[in-house]
């Protein structure tokens, strides 16, 4: 079955930067591209961009160009989420998210990271 | 981008039905059929329930159903139930390889 394992909490100081992945299992990695959502404390979903997993070609949406970046391993079938000059309100829940590439939805779902921007 | 607008919270009893809005504009909702909507409950991930404005995935209720007039998407639950209280997210493509969610709608089963 589709799994979409994510990496594990973090807090991080301000300025730092933080690597998130998302493993995948259970289908053919490159056939789907994959997404990434944010959710900051007590407020709404964010789409943030996608990656095409077969040619690592990336899309940022507004507001997520320049200190992030989406990259693919895909020997390991894993995505990441690169943030770098990290803030306070950079402070979330991160998910990833599978697109089957054939409609504009995210069908299945990593449990999402925490990641805390704290001095 | 801004957000696409959907009502704060709706509210209803067990068993009746309830209708959530999600409003774009021609260049999203209203220029393609690619809405889709997603249940969170809390503390959870999204989970999808509606995509490409009308189909449900496989498992989810028919209780679910999304239509779309014009640039106004909606989501109806009939039969209410307390697994339904959840948060609900309306999502749309806009063009150019870009989405955008709406802003959420905090359902309440009285």
């Known amino acids: 079955q589709v799994q979409l394992v994510q990496s594990g909490s973090e807090l991080k100081k301000p300025g730092a930067s933080v690597k998130v992945s998302c493993r995948a299992s259970?289908?053919?990695?490159?056939?789907?591209?994959m997404n990434w959502v944010r959710q900051a404390p007590g407020q709404g979903l964010e789409w943030m961009g996608w990656?095409?997993?077969?040619?690592?070609?990336?899309t940022y949406a507004q507001g997520f160009t320049g200190r992030f970046v989406f990259s693919v391993d895909t020997s390991v079938s894993t995505a990441y989420l690169q943030i770098s000059s990290l803030k306070a309100e950079d402070t979330a829940v991160y998910y990833c998210?599978?697109?089957?590439?054939?409609?504009?939805?995210?069908?299945?779902w990593g449990r999402g990271t925490l990641v805390t921007v704290s001095s | 981008q801004s957000a696409l607008t959907q009502p704060a919270s709706v509210s209803g009893s067990p068993g009746q039905s309830i209708t959530i809005s999600c409003t774009g504009t021609?260049?999203?909702?209203?220029?393609?059929?690619?809405v889709s909507w997603y249940q969170q409950h809390p503390g959870r991930a999204p989970k999808l329930m509606i995509y490409?404005?009308?189909n449900r995935p496989s498992g989810v209720s028919n209780r679910f159903s999304g239509s779309k007039s014009g640039n106004r998407a909606s989501l109806t639950i009939s039969g209410l139930q307390a697994e339904d209280e959840a948060d609900y997210y309306c999502?749309?493509?806009?063009?150019?390889?870009?989405?955008?969610f709406g802003g959420g709608t905090r359902l309440t089963v009285l």
């Open positions: 999502s749309s493509y806009t063009g150019n390889s870009i989405v955008l």
């Open positions: 259970g289908y053919t990695f490159t056939r789907d591209a």
């Open positions: 490409d404005v009308i």
């Open positions: 990656i095409n997993t077969n040619t690592g070609n990336p």
């Open positions: 021609s260049s999203d909702v209203g220029g393609y059929n690619y």
């Open positions: 998210a599978r697109d089957l590439g054939i409609g504009w939805y995210l069908d299945f």
